[in-house]
C-alpha cells in the first residue's frame, strides 16, 4: 500500500464545488460559537458566507484579518478542539462545518490567483530583529513590516520556515506551502538572513550594534528531552525531533538516504503520545519501516495527541502499548541498540526493536541566554516576560513569545501570543523614537 496516496478523507483539500457545498452548510450563527472557539477569533462565519456565494477575495481578506498564515492552521490546527469543535451543529448531533478544510481552500486558492495584499507601507517605524521563523516569528514579522518597520529574520537553518518546514511532516503540511508563506512574507519587505545562530555566530549586543531598535526572540523549543535511564547513549536510540529534521533535509534532497536515522524493514518502538509521536511514528512507516510501536505509560484516554492525529497513525499500522512504561535501553556487546526493557501489567518483558524515537517534550535551547545573562528564564528553562510592554523579558528592548515562552503549544496559539508581543514591540519603539527626539 502506497501511505502517500491512502490520505484519511479530512485531511484532503477541497474542490472549489465541494467547498462551496460545505460553505452553505454552515448557519451564520448570530452568536458564532465557532468563533469564540478559536484562540485568535477568527472571522469564520464571515468569511464562510463569502465563500458560499463565491467572493473568494473577500473571504481571503476577512481571513488575513486575523491570521498570518490561514495556509498552515488550515492543515494543523487542532480544529476538532477549537473551532470546529465548538461549531453548533455539534449540539443538533450533525457533522460539525469543515472549517479547517474551508480555510485551507481559500488560502490556497488565493495563492494560486496570486491575490494581493493591502498596500505596503514604506518601512519608516523602526528597526527589528526577529529571532527565528516559526509560527511565531513568523507572525511578528508579518504583522511588524504591515505596521511600517523594517523586519530582518534570522534563521540558524538553510531555509526559513522552522518547525513548519523541519518538525511537521511533510503529508500533514507540505514544505511547498511553507516556502509560498515565507515568500510571501518576504515580499512585503522583510530580509531572511538563514544559516545564522543567535548566541554563537552573533550575539543579542551585536545585533544592538546593528542598530536595532528591538529585537524579538521565537526560538520555540529546539532541545528535545530525553529519557534518563540505563542504555541512553546505545545506538539506536534517537529524539524524535532530530528524526523528523533529517527527514525533512532527505526530502529537500540535502542528505543522503542512509543518514536518517530509520531504515527500511527496522523494527521501530516510539515512547510518547502526544502529536510528536505520533508524527514520528507515521514518517518511520512511510520511510519503511517494517514495524511501529507507540509505547505509552497511560491508557488511550490520557494521551495528548489529537484524536484525529491518533485515528490516522492506527490507519497508517501504527500498534499501541498502552500502561507500558519504558525502565531500561537494551544493548548488544557492540553499543548498538537490541531492545527494550518494560513494566507492563507488573511484569517486566523486554520489547525487541532495532531503533527507538523519544518523544516526550521538548524545551528551549540556552544558546542565546548564556551568550546574554540578563535575560533570565524560570527554573524550567523558558524565557519571563513582562505584561507592560508585552513580551518584553528582563533586558530592556528584547521581547519574546510563543512556545520559548509559554512552553509547546500549537501554531494558533504560538501566532496569537505573538499578536500581542507584535503591540508591545509597536508601543517600545515609537516610545524610544519619541524620548530620542
Known amino acids: 500500500m502506497n501511505i502517500n496516496e491512502n490520505k484519511p478523507y479530512d485531511s484532503m483539500p477541497f474542490t472549489m464545488e465541494e467547498a462551496i457545498t460545505e460553505a452553505k452548510r454552515c448557519l451564520n450563527c448570530k452568536n458564532p460559537s465557532c468563533k469564540t472557539g478559536c484562540p485568535i477569533n477568527n472571522n469564520i462565519p464571515e468569511f464562510?458566507?463569502?465563500?458560499?456565494?463565491?467572493?473568494?477575495?473577500?473571504?481571503?481578506?476577512?481571513?488575513?484579518?486575523?491570521?498570518?498564515?490561514?495556509?498552515?492552521?488550515?492543515r494543523v490546527c487542532p480544529h476538532e478542539k477549537q473551532c470546529e469543535g465548538h461549531c453548533i451543529m455539534n449540539k443538533a448531533k450533525k457533522p460539525p462545518i469543515k472549517i479547517g478544510r474551508l480555510e485551507q481552500f481559500v488560502a490556497d486558492f488565493a495563492a494560486e490567483m496570486n491575490l494581493t495584499r493591502d498596500k505596503i507601507?514604506?518601512?519608516?517605524?523602526?528597526?527589528?530583529?526577529?529571532?527565528?521563523?516559526?509560527?511565531?516569528?513568523?507572525?511578528?514579522?508579518?504583522?511588524?513590516?504591515?505596521?511600517?518597520?523594517?523586519?530582518?529574520?534570522?534563521?540558524?537553518?538553510?531555509?526559513?520556515?522552522?518547525?513548519l518546514l523541519y518538525g511537521i511532516p511533510e503529508y500533514r503540511l507540505p514544505k511547498d506551502v511553507v516556502r509560498r508563506e515565507t515568500k510571501r512574507i518576504s515580499e512585503l519587505g522583510v530580509q531572511f538572513i538563514n544559516n545564522t545562530i543567535i548566541g554563537q555566530d552573533v550575539t543579542i549586543d551585536q545585533l544592538f550594534e546593528k542598530g536595532f531598535d528591538a529585537i524579538f526572540i521565537g526560538t520555540g523549543t529546539a532541545v528535545?528531552?530525553?529519557?534518563?535511564?540505563?542504555?541512553?547513549?546505545?545506538?539506536?536510540?534517537?529524539?524524535?525531533?532530530?528524526?523528523?529534521?533529517?527527514?525533512?533535509?532527505?526530502?529537500?534532497?540535502?542528505?543522503?538516504?542512509?543518514?536518517?536515522?530509520?531504515?527500511e524493514g527496522e523494527n521501530v518502538l516510539v515512547i510518547g503520545a502526544g502529536n510528536v509521536a505520533m508524527d514520528a511514528a507515521r514518517t518511520s512507516i512511510r520511510m519503511g519501516a517494517n514495524k511501529v510501536t507507540v509505547v505509552y505509560r497511560g491508557g488511550l484516554e490520557k494521551i495528548s495527541a489529537e484524536k484525529f492525529e491518533y485515528e490516522s497513525a492506527l490507519a497508517d499500522g501504527t500498534k499501541f502499548m498502552w500502561n507500558t512504561s519504558p525502565l531500561k535501553y537494551v544493548g548488544d556487546e557492540n553499543g548498538n541498540l537490541k531492545g527494550l526493557l518494560v513494566s507492563q501489567d507488573g511484569n517486566e518483558v523486554v520489547i525487541p526493536c532495532d531503533k527507538v524515537l523519544v518523544a516526550i517534550g521538548s524545551k528551549p535551547a540556552k544558546r542565546i541566554i548564556s551568550s546574554t545573562p540578563a535575560i533570565e528564564v524560570n527554573d524550567q528553562g523558558y524565557l519571563i516576560t513582562k505584561e507592560?510592554?508585552?513580551?518584553?523579558?528582563?533586558?530592556?528592548g528584547v521581547f519574546a513569545g510563543g512556545d520559548v515562552v509559554h512552553q509547546p503549544a500549537t501554531v494558533v496559539l504560538a501566532m496569537k501570543e505573538a499578536k500581542k508581543v507584535v503591540e508591545g514591540i509597536a508601543s517600545y519603539v515609537d516610545a524610544k523614537k519619541l524620548l530620542n527626539l
Not at 48 to 70: D, Q, T, W, Y
Open 121 to 163: 507601507p514604506p518601512k519608516t517605524r523602526g528597526n527589528v530583529a526577529v529571532i527565528g521563523s516559526g509560527p511565531a516569528g513568523l507572525t511578528v514579522a508579518d504583522d511588524l513590516s504591515m505596521m511600517g518597520f523594517n523586519v530582518t529574520v534570522y534563521e540558524s537553518e538553510a531555509e526559513p520556515g522552522g518547525v
Open 224 to 263: 528535545a528531552k530525553e529519557l534518563n535511564i540505563e542504555g541512553k547513549n546505545l545506538n539506536g536510540v534517537i529524539k524524535s525531533h532530530y528524526f523528523l529534521r533529517m527527514v525533512a533535509l532527505y526530502q529537500n534532497n540535502d542528505i543522503e538516504r542512509n543518514e536518517v536515522p530509520v531504515q
Open 388 to 396: 507592560k510592554p508585552y513580551g518584553m523579558t528582563t533586558l530592556n
Open 48 to 74: 464562510i458566507h463569502e465563500l458560499s456565494v463565491g467572493n473568494f477575495g473577500e473571504a481571503r481578506n476577512l481571513l488575513a484579518e486575523k491570521s498570518n498564515l490561514p495556509a498552515v492552521c488550515g
